[in-house]
């Protein structure tokens, strides 16, 4: 049986790449929320059976000033653990939308978290993968598609532009 994922495809080798990971020790059977918020890039949420919340994630852009103005911020507030994208205005707006800006880097996170987990996904440019989770599960993306599987519990799933 295959699993759907949205593990990243290689890219060319000019592609610059930062990887990142973080690990927060929960405690058994701890009710924990897990928030990833996203621009540019694919979420991927799976629930496990151990007790701590493993978030890794990987930047890629094809200069130096792209890769350094994607800002990557992961912090846990009692049993929130929250991990979010921010990109520099100078990169990934205006600027970038009239052509004399940088592409913003892709970003995708894999996230590996407690089966009962509270977990919301966002992004705007990417795909998400909720799977093997049985509390309140929530995806939601601009342009690609939600994907859930083995999920239990309150589950929802919109995307504007993209497969359910």
């Avoid at 600027?95 to 987990?117: D, T």
């Amino acid at each position: 049986m295959t699993q759907e994922s949205v593990v990243r495809e290689p890219e060319p080798s000019t592609m610059l790449e930062e990887k990142i990971e973080r690990v927060f020790d929960v405690g058994a059977g701890a009710q924990v929320e897990v928030s990833i918020e996203n621009v540019n890039g694919p979420v991927e949420v799976r629930g496990w059976d151990e007790p701590r919340v493993v978030i890794r994630v990987v930047k890629q852009a094809t200069s130096q000033s792209s890769l350094d103005a994607t800002k990557i911020e992961i912090e846990q507030t009692g049993q929130r653990i929250a991990a979010r994208t921010r990109i520099d205005d100078v990169v990934g707006g205006l600027l970038h939308w009239l052509g004399m800006g940088h592409k913003p880097a892709k970003v995708f996170y894999e996230v590996s978290a407690p089966r009962q987990s509270a977990t919301i996904a966002q992004t705007v440019n990417g795909g998400i993968v909720l799977a093997a989770l049985t509390n309140r599960a929530e995806g939601k993306t601009v342009n690609g598609s939600v994907s859930l599987a083995d999920a239990s519990g309150d589950v929802r799933a919109k995307s504007v532009n993209g497969s359910i």
